[in-house]
């Protein structure tokens, strides 16, 4: 029991630094590039590197015969004026049709699951809180290719060392579903199970209890589906495993002589055995290849609903025998199964604080204000001559209310006494407070050597004396503490991005419902684009997640274009090329060149 009264609310301290680190993320641009690497597609591209040289060389041997007007009019396209600027030009210019009709489906894909404005944003947010973050993507049947936000809290996956979880052979995550979407998802006929089911989870999971367990029917609250709410106990919560897991299968086939000389080529049972005796030739084939099998199990009981093969499982044409999860799971600082994060490490030091923090409530409040020590014998029937004598008391009010006080400087006996009998006790806890103060800083500046959050990064309290190249220099060391975050999630983000076109590539060449959906909603964008969706399947792609300069490496960058500028060395319209260019780093490229 304590007579104190506290505020034990936590400093928020640590929400602040997540909050930074976490916005420098999310507010970073950045896009899927896409560029086609199959034979195909690099001979067009080598094409038209050299249609561009052609133009060069013959816009050179033009002018060297003086026909300048051929000349002008052949430098009204795009002609490099070296090697250079012709390799800049290809790699940040040149794109061929069918790559931005992909990219315009990445796009679109993204944007519609608001991946970039929610589901990035707490992938983040996971990775600084918990340590691991994630998402999973899916192929909805008429929705198309979905992308959602995972809870890692509820996630259980293999054991893996690697911080991108490239080789689980499992994973799950914890949902709840309600009887109702038990029934009507798995198309359950038998409601013994589904009774069975709600009766152990009675009372759990926020279910509650029921009085009446009479399963007939009740009565539909939804007249649109006969199968929803049809007893009382549909409404019950029941915790489940949405599970996948990778597992090798095996083809058999044969390959059979026949009467004519020539051959066939049959598919076999697993249990196939060739006969002993054969009238003609026979050879055995296998093929191995990984597949994805899945199910949704009760947790707690031997009930499994929906177990098989996976439908949709993308499959890279460069690796047709692997096969990969539906979960997207990072951990930067992963090691041997176990990782930690920022907040974790914030945590020891951000109770020192919240220590410091207390005691100094505790200080003020035990507080007393200044006293008086007083010698009562000096005090004692002091006599103002007439008869007239004062009390202590008396003399004690006298000293409040006008700070004179008359005391008697012998006793009784003629001795002289005490010659100060009121004095004032001196009551200070600003030493106390200063410690606690002292603990306080100690303990923030430790938070901020374990995280690498300077006060430049944070703003809060930034020397005055420090320069613009010191204040940049701190700010780049404090972004480097941290760049290992921002590696792991716009590695998610290629991860994510990789799934999403294969399973694109997919939807353009077996489903023509869902084809159809993505042509009109892209070509409302591009109406070329619609030609192109169906040639998406037909190649094979590189992925590149492109990230834009931070605010201060812009503001360098502006820097550097201004001294060219002066310098002579660009011209304004290089500067508002720059300026207007989508992606910073191509235009560090540019005046580079």
């Known amino acids: 029991t304590s007579w104190i009264n506290l505020d034990y609310t936590p400093i928020q301290i640590i929400p602040k630094f997540i909050d930074i680190v976490k916005n420098s993320i999310v507010d970073q641009f950045f896009r899927i590039a896409v560029e086609a690497v199959d034979p195909i597609a690099l001979s067009k591209r080598d094409e038209e590197r050299d249609k561009i040289l052609a133009r060069k060389i013959t ?48 796009e679109f894909t993204l944007k519609l699951n608001r991946f970039d404005k929610e589901i990035f944003s707490k992938v983040v947010d996971d990775i600084l809180t918990l340590g691991i973050g994630g998402c999973r993507v899916y192929t909805h049947p008429t929705e198309g290719v979905k992308v959602r936000g995972i809870d ?16 689980l052979s499992y994973a799950g995550e914890v949902i709840y579903m309600t009887i109702a979407e038990i029934r009507q998802r798995f198309n359950v006929k038998d409601e013994k199970i589904l009774r069975k089911l709600a009766e152990s989870v009675e009372d759990k999971f926020g279910n ?162 200044p006293g008086l020590k007083i010698d009562i014998d000096a005090l004692e029937e002091v006599d103002l001559g007439g008869g007239q004598k004062l009390k202590p008391a008396d003399i004690v009010d006298m000293y409040d209310q006008t700070g004179n006080f008359i005391y008697a400087g012998r006793s009784y006996g003629g001795e002289y006494g005490n010659q100060n009998p009121i004095s004032e006790i001196a009551v200070s806890y600003i030493g106390l407070i200063n410690e606690q103060i002292t603990a306080y800083n100690h303990n923030l ?92 399947p037909n190649h094979l792609y590189g992925l590149f997640v492109e990230v834009d300069l931070s605010d201060d490496e812009k503001a360098v960058l502006m820097q550097d274009v201004q ?31």
């Open 563 to 593: 001294i060219a500028l002066q310098g002579g060395q660009i011209t304004i319209a290089d500067k508002y090329m720059i300026q207007n260019m989508n992606n910073m780093k191509d235009a560090q490229k540019y005046l580079a060149m």
């Open 208 to 369: 509650g209890k029921l009085s009446n367990w009479n399963y007939k029917y009740v009565g539909a609250y939804n007249s649109a589906d006969w199968n929803y709410l049809r007893y009382p106990y549909d409404k019950f919560k029941v915790e489940m495993l949405d599970f996948e897991f990778i597992t090798d299968f095996t083809d058999k086939y044969e390959k059979k002589e026949t009467r004519y000389g020539t051959s066939t080529f049959h598919k076999k049972d697993e249990n196939y055995k060739p006969p002993k005796k054969s009238k003609y030739k026979r050879k055995q084939y296998e093929d191995c290849y990984l597949m994805v099998l899945g199910g949704y199990k009760v947790v707690g009981q031997d009930i499994i609903f929906d177990y098989g093969v996976k439908e949709n499982i993308p499959k890279d044409k460069r690796a047709l025998d692997k096969a990969c999860l539906s979960f997207k799971l990072v951990a930067p600082n992963l090691q041997d199964n176990f990782f930690t994060s920022m907040l974790m490490r914030m945590i020891p030091f951000a109770d020192g604080m919240m220590k410091s923090f207390l005691k100094m409530q505790q200080i003020q409040q035990k507080q007393r204000p």
């Open 59 to 106: 816009k050179e041997v033009m002018e060297a015969v003086g026909n300048m007007g051929g000349a002008d009019r052949l430098s009204e396209k795009f002609i490099p004026e070296n090697d250079e600027e012709l390799e800049f030009y290809m790699t940040t210019n040149y794109k061929m049709t069918v790559e931005i009709a992909l990219e315009q489906a990445i």
């Open 152 to 167: 890692p809290i509820n996630v259980v996956y293999s054991y893996t060392r690697d911080p991108y979880f490239n080789d």
């Open 445 to 536: 500046q430790q938070l901020r050597d374990v995280t690498g959050l300077n006060e430049f990064r944070d703003a809060s309290q930034p020397s005055s004396e420090a320069g613009l190249g010191v204040a940049q220099i701190a700010l780049s060391q404090s972004n480097n503490a941290t760049k290992h975050i921002n590696a792991a999630a716009f590695g998610l983000v290629d991860k994510v991005a990789q799934d999403v076109v294969l399973r694109l590539q997919d939807v353009f060449e077996y489903s023509d419902k869902l084809s159809d959906i993505y042509s009109e909603a892209i070509g409302k964008l591009d109406v070329d684009a619609i030609k192109l969706m169906k040639q998406i």
